[in-house]
């Protein structure tokens, strides 16, 4: 197995089905003591589901804080004051 320049390989394709490796799977290389081994993460042959979502959605819950403001205060801080809604 040749690595290309930018420091990509081919997983081959026998190694690719034993491991059911597909679009969209996760892998990662470990280093050991002989060299490094392919881990398989996650595959990627299924679609995220209502429930993956809504664990995810529930994994987020409380990790942002306005301070109390609302939307469009919120709003304004990020991008400042609207020059096109001056008195008239």
Known sequence: MRVTEKGQVTIPKEIRDRLNI???????????????????????????SKDDFETWLKSRSGTFD???????????????????????
Request: glycine residues 16%; proline residues 6%.
């Open 22 to 48: 597909g679009p969209g799977s996760e892998v990662d290389f470990v280093a050991d003591e002989k060299g490094a081994r392919l881990v398989v993460v996650s595959s990627g042959d299924h679609a995220p």
């Open 66 to 88: 306005t301070g109390g403001m609302t939307t469009d205060e919120f709003m304004e801080f990020l991008r400042g004051p609207r020059d096109d809604l001056g008195s008239r």
